[in-house]
């Protein structure tokens, strides 16, 4: 009788523990999926990438033909971040706005929508192949800077036998006799919300209006600092905004904004999306380097 009563005591607690591991089990698989799955919706592209620069520093992120450029993960995420940490530095906060007339091919380009992310800027992009037509540019930049008005403009300094600082100058002619030297903020009465225009060249010499795209770097480590007054980045905060254009290119309003998880999903920013992705890719050179 004693042998059948632990028989069945012993049986009992096997089907116990059996149900115990079950119910573990569908717990483990469910609850940490679920938890991991909100973790990662919530994170911004900068922050996605500085998780993988962290996991993989020094592995090739991107190489860019022009100029030559190889980034490793570690690269992409600190000058992204130097970037930003630059802008934010000079009072610009999440929700200001850049425009950027650079080509894609530029390693700039995706290093800023890297920096937009990591800032919670919002990006629009105009055509760069608008140069190619001087007037309808300058008809182009006048009408984005208006539609956006964009507190940061960023443009490339010449490319395919274009000098768009050139054209910039007789879109914003206060760029022909601003000197940023003197410490005085930029101010053109027809664009009032343009704080900051930027250019990818070296040096000063004949845009003493514009600032070195290179200048704003900042590796003074201080991004957090500065965003921790303002709601926290994640994967639902504004990224890039899109034009309304008319047949000429031409942007004529607004249209969507998307945000850093719509960005990603949509494959918007290809370059971007690879980096995030982990997926090394060499980007084409296109037209003359200067």
Request: proline share 6%.
């Amino acid at each position: 009788m004693q042998a059948l009563l632990s028989s069945k005591r012993t049986k009992r607690m096997t089907t116990n523990i059996r149900a115990v591991a079950l119910l573990t089990n569908h717990i483990l698989r469910q609850v940490p999926l679920r938890s991991a799955t909100r973790s990662l919706a919530s994170l911004s592209g900068g922050q996605a990438v500085a998780k993988i620069a962290d996991e993989f520093p020094h592995m090739d992120a991107v190489r860019f033909l022009h100029k030559n450029q190889k980034f490793a993960f570690k690269d992409v995420d600190t000058n992204a971040e130097e970037i930003a940490c630059g802008f934010c530095e000079q009072g610009f906060q999440p929700g200001d706005i850049v425009l950027s007339w650079i080509p894609n091919h530029f390693s700039e380009q995706t290093i800023l929508e890297f920096a937009c992310s990591k800032a919670g800027f919002i990006l629009y992009k105009l055509d760069p192949n608008l140069g190619k037509n001087p007037e309808a540019a300058k008809r182009a930049l006048k009408s984005a800077l208006e539609i956006t008005k964009a507190n940061i403009f960023v443009t490339q300094e010449a490319g395919s036998d274009v000098n768009y600082v050139r054209l910039v100058k007789e879109v914003i002619p206060e760029i022909r006799v601003w000197d940023f030297s003197e410490g005085l903020p930029f101010l053109s009465p027809r664009f009032p919300h343009l704080r900051y225009p930027v250019h990818t060249g070296f040096d000063f010499q004949d845009k003493i209006g514009m600032i070195p795209y290179r200048h704003m770097l900042s590796p003074s480590g201080d991004l957090p600092d500065l965003l921790k007054e303002y709601d926290p980045l994640k994967g639902s905060t504004p990224l890039y905004g899109e034009f309304e254009v008319d047949s000429d290119g031409i942007p004529t309003s607004k249209g969507k904004i998307w945000t850093n998880d719509e960005v990603k999903k949509a494959n918007n920013w290809p370059i971007y999306n690879c980096i995030l992705n982990k997926e090394y890719k060499e980007i084409e050179g296109i037209g003359n380097i200067w």
